[in-house]
Antibody, heavy 118, light 108 residues
Framework: QITLKESGPAAVKASETLTLTCSVSGFSLGDSGRGVGWIRQAPGKAPEWLALYFRDNDRRYTPSLRRRLTIYGDTSKNEVVLRLVNVDPGDTATYYC??????????WGPGTLVTVSS | EIVLTQSPAILSVSPGERASLSCRAS??????LAWYQQMPGQAPRLLIYGAVTRVTGIPARFSGSESGTEFTLTISSLQSEDFAVYYC??????????FGQGTRVEIK
């Protein structure tokens, strides 16, 4: 059974860096085709794709946030980390990590709400 | 960027009735479409992928269909637990994959 769990700060201040960790169980990072993605959802809005990690040489970012995002994997801990620099209140959202075997998000973590204050 | 337009924004249905939710893509995405259900305060749950393939464990009353760039999620007989927000998502090409704006199914 695949499970994912997000962790990180509940609140950050504008201009700071947000670092979120996704702990994965049920499969090993780096397994061919098994992607872990990050999606966020602002209150009352539709989800928004942020980034995908398949392996160290296959990381993908949504263009609008490309300059502010970094995603990487720690295979020793089976974790995927997302960093978002220079946050502002518009980054307030629930952040989810997902198991994405082929474009669809088959499993989701419970999500973590991050509030950015000015 | 591929835009997905869902309609209607809100669908009022009585329990036991049939519901049809639409998702239209701004360009061809073949069958690269998924449907999710989101209950209040919860993460989305995958229902359908490949436009028509139902996830294991999802009730058979949920079905997906496609016609060109028009996709439909049908709930054949609404149960109380089906009142939720439904999103479609395309995954033809990255970047980026995109979601529709959602359809809220509410009790009539």
């Amino acid at each position: 059974q695949i499970t994912l769990k997000e962790s990180g700060p509940a609140a950050v201040k504008a201009s700071e860096t947000l670092t979120l960790t996704c702990s994965v169980s049920g499969f090993s990072l780096g397994d061919s085709g098994r992607g872990v993605g990050w999606i966020r959802q602002a209150p009352g809005k539709a989800p928004e794709w942020l980034a995908l990690y398949f392996r160290d040489n296959d990381r993908r970012y949504t263009p609008s946030l490309r300059r502010r995002l970094t995603i990487y994997g720690d295979t020793s801990k089976n974790e995927v980390v997302l960093r978002l620099v220079n946050v502002d209140p518009g980054d307030t959202a629930t952040y989810y990590c997902t198991y994405t075997p082929g474009g669809w998000s088959y499993n989701w973590g419970p999500g973590t709400l991050v509030t950015v204050s000015s | 960027e591929i835009v997905l337009t869902q309609s209607p924004a809100i669908l009022s249905v009585s329990p036991g009735e049939r519901a049809s939710l639409s998702c239209r893509a701004s360009q061809s995405i073949a069958s690269n479409l998924a449907w999710y259900q989101q209950m209040p305060g919860q993460a989305p749950r995958l229902l359908i992928y490949g436009a028509v393939t139902r996830v294991t464990g999802i009730p058979a009353r949920f079905s997906g269909s496609e016609s060109g760039t028009e996709f439909t999620l049908t709930i054949s007989s609404l149960q109380s637990e089906d009142f939720a927000v439904y999103y479609c998502q395309q995954y033809l090409n990255w970047p980026p994959w995109t979601f529709g704006q959602g359809t809220r199914v509410e009790i009539k």
